[in-house]
């Protein structure tokens, strides 16, 4: 029984996402994306679905030289471009020391720009002064690959805070942030990461929700719906326990609409499941992770569906496409996976590579 509704709902994947692709979601590569009317649009007022993926170690592989590998970069965009994707998550080592440290991330731009895919790039915060540095360096680069300024490149989605300190000074330090992003560059979009707390109940999280969404300067948010880290389901029942996992999303995404409604500003959802069994490697089964990105894809789909919605997109919890990891541990020579804490995460367990059926 449970292999009929996860095989139905791989159909759904592929339909929806299907349904997804044919809206009006083609835009010339000059076009920059900003927000109207809580949701995105291209310069000719088209609207702009996000259709995301998190490659947080796409500036590395886009290094010179045996620092990187633009072999496999080059191949991974492909597979993405033709999986539907339009954007990547993507960190530049920091912080910037020296202007040398950003020529992969020139190369990574160009070859997005190629392909018409964007940048969601991010940009860690837990200190302000390093956040404002990175910000101001990134805004001011000149592309020596293509020669294009980064405050104009249109290939660049948006400038997007992450990790900030959870403390009660937080608020502040993102709008500063915010305010700091809009003036040295107002054509680009400014976001930050919001991730759930374990202690609030739905209500309670929209409130904080519309309180960090209502900052001055920031345009929407990325927020996180990691199950299995948020308590929704425990390692032992990723399958069993997904009808508690599709409420609390639905009622949470309902809420998050309603919020963000009410101040015209959009949001995305940035979700990941482990593979099931908490195992690691390609081949090993996903049925849990696919059961949750279908339900995640038919809710979208929904809110599109009825209308106007701020729910403006989805960004997978990640790519490691033609990585191969050794073993659960990460060793020294390891290609890069959706991993990136080389500390606490198993490599691999979020991973989604080559072959695999995602959503799009």
């Not at 606490?344 to 367990?349: A, F, L, M, R, S």
């Amino acid at each position: 029984m449970k292999m009929k509704i996860l095989n139905r709902f791989t159909y759904r994947i592929a339909t929806l996402f299907f349904a997804l692709s044919i809206l009006p979601n083609l835009m010339a590569q000059s076009d920059l994306v900003r927000v109207n009317d809580a949701s995105f649009c291209t310069a000719n007022n088209q609207p702009y679905l996000l259709q995301g993926m998190q490659m947080w170690y796409a500036p590395r592989l886009a290094q010179r030289g045996a620092q990187g590998n633009r072999q496999r970069l080059n191949a991974e965009l492909d597979s993405l471009k033709q999986l539907g994707v339009n954007c990547l998550a993507v960190l530049p080592d920091q912080p910037i020391h020296g202007k040398d440290e950003l020529q992969g991330m020139d190369f990574l731009l160009n070859e997005l720009y190629k392909r018409n895919m964007k940048a969601l790039v991010l940009i860690e915060a837990n200190a302000e002064q390093t956040a404002l540095k990175t910000l101001e360096t990134l805004v001011n680069r000149i592309n020596k690959v293509n020669k294009k300024s980064y405050k104009t490149d249109p290939t660049i989605l948006s400038w997007h805070f992450t990790n900030l300190p959870k403390t009660d000074t937080s608020s502040t330090l993102l709008a500063h942030l915010c305010q700091a992003a809009q003036r040295l560059d107002g054509k680009h979009l400014v976001s930050t990461q919001y991730d759930l707390h374990k202690e609030l109940s739905v209500e309670e999280e929209g409130q904080v929700f519309q309180r960090v969404l209502s900052t001055e300067g920031l345009n929407f948010v990325s927020v996180t719906f990691m199950p299995a880290c948020d308590g929704w389901v425990t390692e032992s029942n990723l399958i069993d326990g997904l009808g508690m996992v599709y409420l609390r999303f639905d009622a949470l995404i309902d809420t998050f609409n309603r919020q963000a409604t009410r101040i015209y500003k959009p949001y995305v959802a940035l979700c990941g499941y482990p593979r099931d069994g908490m195992f690691t490697l390609p081949g090993s089964r996903t049925d849990a992770r696919d059961a949750f990105f279908a339900s995640v894809v038919s809710k979208l789909h929904t809110c599109i569906s009825e209308g106007l919605s701020p729910f403006s997109g989805i960004i997978w919890y990640g790519w490691a496409g033609t990585a191969r990891p050794a073993a659960d541990a990460w060793q020294a020579d390891d290609a890069y996976t959706a991993e990136p804490n080389i500390v606490t995460e198993k490599k691999g367990v979020y991973s989604i590579f080559d072959g695999e059926e995602i959503a799009y």
